[in-house]
């Protein structure tokens, strides 16, 4: 079995404060290459080229909201298996399960801290990929 | 640990940014609510609410990202029925922004501990091993012996061609012999110059066919990490390399917390995440059955009193639940009175904190009786030959894993492994080599399976393995490809002979409605055929190939 590491990472998220303070946790605590976009529709222009090893969806945005991105996402053939983690305020049970029938291979409860959000996100990735 | 200065300070300047743009965001929702009699106003107001919801708490404001929650909620479920707000649930609003303002008046410290420093290559990743071996069939033989347990081996022939090669970050150990046409101790002396030429820090292994002092000295001067005699044993090896590669890192211990004030439940949760234990957050005592039976707790962190029930009553309940007989249950309270504290510890607590508690000492606190849990569970759940776990903990996870299945609706699959004719193993090389032959395939099934899986050994040869969300498909591709791998291992005999074994292995994937007895039995079934029709073979259960899942 061969084990990719997770490097490259997409944020998706509208609000500027919560980008940079994933900035902070994923770039500079957990050491990932972030690339952050404030809509989904940013998103699908960035994929292509940033290529992400994984992709973070906040599930609530104006416009194109996180489970109607991650199905346009998967349409693009190279991102059919990049796993998508949804990021929401909203964690109830039948939220999560719901979230992962529309493809979301794990989801993060916002507000997260910032000091371990990229330990969860590393737990995530070799829970699930590795 | 302390967090480098440039993230703690960054961390301070986002705090304070957010902490600035606060009250702004706080006018701009009051705003919303008082028009909201404008029905196009709703969804702003639900939107502001859920943004601060979902960013106090990072920030540093955990009560206010609860007071937006509850506010959000109210306004979504308005907006989801297409009504107007209520009078009850304005006023509620209106209560709940006077929580939102103390709430962003009173923050609370950022966590101190940082994450794990980041590593440019996880442990996970780090399983190549150099091997320094003149003998070009010995270094083949353990290469390829080595691959089976998921190891990639890189071979060189002299201690000088290790010497010349830069090392590759991914190195986990090297695995060097002492004596080569070089020099009777050609392999510890180059040891030291790669330590001193390339500050070379990898964990070594020395093995030799000598087994004198002079080279058992020469090793350890080294800075050997073991130290092993020809013919090497692949069990004992892979037993000395997972103590060097710590890349079945332990699991975190879980504490779940039960208080129905969800921004102390909150404060207490990134007090313990920040000593790196996972938190679960109870807010409704009624929901606890189910935050059980998912999260597992090693330990129960609970608030005295609660509105429907008391800290007691749902200790009680706790201790009616088989497997929930030794969690540790410790309650955070106000309670001083020595005779309530008694009460309440006889009805299953274990022990009493008292609020408001340091943050050190809560964790200082759990974390000695965490530690006690686990080792006092790993003592009942444990098989000790294996290490596995034993057949009542194996049946009580299938039950939990079922129970799961069902109520999340997911999938997974349940593998029966049986040694093939394992009696004559016994028979022939005697029980100490048949003993070593169930730890082999312990540690295969360990090393080579995800850390979610769970693997139990539940009768002399026979062996489970439990693979949550995994079809049958996946799970037969899985295990075809272990019983493959454990076929190929060179299992040592007396004398250096050595011989090899198999298994047969029979796999059900769970269906809706099933029991965990009739998950067992299908795969047992599906072990009868495979034994059946020849050994050394994974079967499907019918239902599984019937539904023609692969």
């Known amino acids: 079995m061969t084990v990719k590491s997770l490097q490259r990472i997409l944020y998706v998220e509208d609000e500027p404060d919560i980008q940079a303070v994933a900035r902070l946790a994923l770039e500079t605590v957990g050491g990932f290459t972030l690339c952050t976009c404030d809509s989904g529709k940013a998103a699908l222009d960035a994929v292509q080229s940033f290529n992400p090893d994984m992709i973070l969806l906040d599930v609530m945005m104006p416009g194109m909201d996180g489970p109607s991105t991650l199905s346009a996402l998967r349409e693009l053939p190279a991102l059919k298996e990049t796993p998508i983690v949804f990021m929401t305020a909203k964690v109830q049970a039948a939220e999560i399960a719901r979230y992962r029938q529309q493809g979301a291979l794990d989801v993060i409860a916002k507000p997260f801290d910032p000091m371990t959000l990229s330990n969860t996100v590393r737990d995530i990735w070799n829970k699930h990929v590795s | ?550």
């Open chain 2, 1 to 550: 640990m302390t967090n480098p200065p440039n993230i703690a300070e960054q961390l301070c300047l986002l705090r304070e940014n957010y902490a600035q743009q606060l009250p702004a965001k706080l006018a701009q929702l009051e705003g919303a609510f008082r028009r909201h009699d404008n029905v196009v106003e709703l969804p702003q107001l639900r939107h502001l609410a859920h943004s601060l919801a979902g960013s106090g708490a990072t920030f540093g404001y955990p009560a206010l990202s609860i007071a937006a929650r509850q506010l959000e909620t109210i306004v979504d479920g308005a907006l989801n029925d297409g009504r107007p707000l209520s009078l009850e649930e304005s006023d509620s609003i209106a209560r709940l922004i006077e929580a939102l303002d103390r709430g962003a008046r009173t923050p609370i410290a950022p966590s101190s501990v940082p994450a794990l420093p980041p590593s440019t290559v996880p442990e996970a990743e780090r399983k190549l091993i150099y091997l320094v071996e003149d003998d070009a069939s010995l270094a083949t033989d353990l290469m390829l012996q080595l691959g089976h347990f998921g190891y990639t081996v890189k071979i060189f022939e002299t201690p000088k061609q290790l010497l010349e090669t830069p090392v590759d970050p991914l190195l986990a150990v090297v695995l060097m012999d002492i004596v080569f046409p070089q020099g009777d101790l050609a392999g510890p002396e180059a040891i030291i110059q790669l330590s001193i030429a390339k500050q070379l820090r990898t964990p070594v292994i020395f093995f030799s066919f000598r087994n004198d002092l002079t080279a058992r000295l020469a090793a350890a001067r080294a800075g050997g990490a073991a130290y092993l005699v020809k013919p090497i044993d692949v069990g004992t090896l892979i037993g000395r390399l997972d103590d060097l590669i710590s890349d079945l890192p332990p699991e975190p211990y879980r504490v779940l917390i039960v208080d129905d004030n969800g921004p102390l439940a909150t404060h207490h949760a990134f007090t313990l995440q920040s000593a790196g234990i996972s938190t679960d957050i109870v807010t409704d005592p009624m929901t606890i059955l189910a935050h059980l039976d998912d999260f597992k707790p090693d330990l129960v962190l609970m608030d005295m009193y609660m509105p429907k029930c008391t800290g007691s009553e749902l200790a009680a309940v706790i201790r009616q639940l088989d497997n929930y007989v030794l969690v540790p249950i410790v309650y955070l309270s106000t309670e001083s009175d020595t005779d309530r504290r008694l009460i309440a510890m006889q009805l299953g607590a274990d022990d009493f904190l008292t609020k408001p508690i340091m943050p050190e000492h809560l964790i200082s606190a759990v974390s000695t009786r965490l530690r006690r849990y686990r080792v006092l569970r790993s003592h009942i759940e444990q098989d000790s030959l294996t290490g596995l776990l034993n057949h009542a903990a194996t049946k009580d996870r299938l039950t939990t894993e079922t129970a799961r299945a069902t109520r999340q609706q997911r999938v997974f699959c349940l593998a029966a492994l049986d040694l093939d004719n394992f009696k004559n193993v016994n028979d022939t090389y005697g029980h100490l080599i048949g003993d070593s032959v169930l730890k082999n395939l312990a540690e295969l099934l360990k090393r080579r399976l995800r850390r979610t899986d769970i693997v139990g050994r539940i009768g002399g040869e026979e062996f489970v393995v439990i693979l949550p969300d995994t079809n049958a498909k996946q799970a037969f591709g899985l295990l075809n490809e272990l019983r493959e791998a454990f076929s190929l291992v060179h299992q040592r005999a007396s004398r250096g002979l050595t011989f090899t074994t198999t298994f047969s292995c029979g796999i059900a994937q769970y269906q809706l409605g099933a029991s965990a007895n009739d998950v067992h039995l299908h795969a047992d079934e599906a072990l009868y055929r495979a034994k059946q029709a020849g050994r050394n073979q994974v079967t499907l259960a019918d239902d599984d190939e019937r539904q023609d899942s692969y």
